[in-house]
């Protein structure tokens, strides 16, 4: 298959272009003019695009599959209000240009893959949460549900559109990971405020395995969660990484610490609480490689 990819720089679009070059596929990068120089080194085909407007440079043309991971960082900085509108711009805007791109093509992909994440849901307690579940109405939660519309205008072109609901990736290359791993190194680690909200985790290497079982499969569509079948409430995913690291985990971070430190990025990524499952990828079959966070980590942390 031609596959198109946005985002092909970051953490999971790096591992994706990889894995799918190394299944056979062809694999252009969307990159804007600007960044192809610097990009031209990288596994696949570099494409210019410009997301301004929407234009797709000719070799874009014939794909079969398109994923769309763009999207600027959520954690990387206080949440201001030129942040968030960044955050926003970075993913609806863009995904809005790529399918304005997708409606000019007189042969279009058969399947969009747009990334979404699990703050769709908010700060839920434990309730647990499915694909059905209504959102959240918070700034991430309205963020979500906006980036998700966009994508789903695909629909009116023919085209399936997966939304994948990302949770939180677990990778030694970068991510959450590394940072979690950080104040248990130094032996300051514990649990985040009370540590009584719910953690929905996934390893990177299942996110790529979902990835391309979505791209591959045409009974996929629509939301699906991509987090593991074994949500771990705060406190308990704190144990679970100070034995694998070999750490006590005697130092929580007051929740009033957080606030002062992070602002209301503290509440939405640090102490809202949402235990999701991914109950529309299970029903289509689909085995996660890692469904529980004790054998994820003992691989993931084994050589650091």
Not at 56 to 77: H, K, P, Y
Request: charged share 20%; proline share 5%.
């Amino acid at each position: 298959m031609k596959i198109l990819v946005t985002g092909s720089s970051g953490l999971v679009g790096t591992a994706l272009v990889s894995a799918l070059a190394r299944g056979g596929h062809t694999v252009c990068r969307l990159v804007r003019p600007q960044s192809a120089g610097g990009e031209a080194a990288k596994e696949g085909f570099v494409v210019s695009w410009n997301p301004a407007t929407g234009e797709l440079g000719g070799a874009g043309v014939g794909a079969d599959a398109v994923v769309n991971l763009a999207g600027a960082s959520i954690a990387d900085g206080r949440w201001t209000a030129q942040r968030k509108a960044l955050l926003g711009s970075s993913r609806i805007d863009t995904t809005r240009a790529l399918v304005g791109a997708l409606t000019k093509m007189n042969a279009r992909p058969s399947v969009l893959v747009s990334a979404s994440a699990i703050g769709y849901y908010g700060d839920r307690g434990d309730e647990t949460l499915t694909e059905d579940s209504k959102p959240g109405g918070d700034f991430l939660a309205g963020l979500a549900q906006e980036w998700e519309a966009e994508a789903l205008k695909a629909e009116a072109l023919g085209i399936r559109v997966v939304l994948p609901r990302f949770g939180i990736i677990l990778a030694r290359e970068g991510g959450a990971l590394p940072k979690m791993m950080l104040p248990f190194k130094i032996g300051v680690g514990g649990k985040l405020g009370s540590g009584r909200q719910w953690m929905s985790w996934v390893t990177l290497e299942d996110v790529i395995g979902i990835l391309r079982f979505a791209i591959e499969n045409p009974p996929v569509r629509g939301a699906i969660n991509i987090v593991s079948p074994q949500p771990l409430q705060n406190v308990e995913f704190t144990k679970v990484l100070a034995k694998a690291m070999r750490r006590p985990a005697l130092f929580p971070a007051p929740t009033f610490a957080l606030r002062l430190a992070l602002g209301e990025m503290a509440d939405a990524l640090l102490l809202s609480s949402q235990r999701v499952l991914p109950r529309a990828i299970e029903k289509l079959g689909h085995r996660f490689l890692h469904s529980d966070l004790p054998t994820a980590l003992k691989s993931l942390v084994k050589t650091n």
